[in-house]
């Protein structure tokens, strides 16, 4: 499944991602996620979350994102929820690519719970990101 947390930057969304993070892990049977590029979560986040800066993996650009989480996924099926700080940091602004990379994660992911940041407004998106608000 995968959740979006939208909006412009200042609104709060990161805030929103660290609640979320730190709240899972009082509840979940699993492991726990964060990437995000930089390490501006690392330290409001607790220390049984696996944290990953794509820097330090060279990950720039969707496919080598999806790739990244792939192989993570692939690794370890204990995996419950991943959270995704700043995907456009990651990914860049392309709407289009973020939403096809979207439609594969989902179809990946089916066990497991992808949260994303995305700098933007609702009306910026396209449909085929749209699809992924709930």
């Known amino acids: 499944m995968i959740k979006l947390i939208t909006g412009k930057k200042g609104t709060g969304k990161t805030k929103i991602l660290i609640d979320m993070i730190n709240d899972s892990v009082k509840t979940t049977t699993g492991s726990l996620v964060c990437i995000e590029k930089g390490e501006t979560i690392r330290r409001s986040i607790s220390y049984k ?15 080598a994102f999806y790739g990244f989480l792939a192989g993570m996924l692939a690794g370890n099926y204990d995996i419950k929820e991943v959270f995704v700080d700043g ?5 860049g602004r392309d709407y289009n690519e ?19 940041t ?17």
């Open 87 to 91: 995907i456009f940091k990651i990914g």
């Open 118 to 134: 995305v700098s933007a407004d609702e009306a910026e998106l396209s449909e085929n990101v749209k699809q992924f608000i709930k």
């Open 98 to 116: 973020f939403g096809a990379m979207l439609e594969k994660i989902d179809k990946l992911a089916e066990d497991t719970t992808v949260v994303f």
């Open 49 to 63: 979350v696996r944290w990953c800066d794509t820097e330090q993996f060279g990950i720039n650009g969707y496919e």
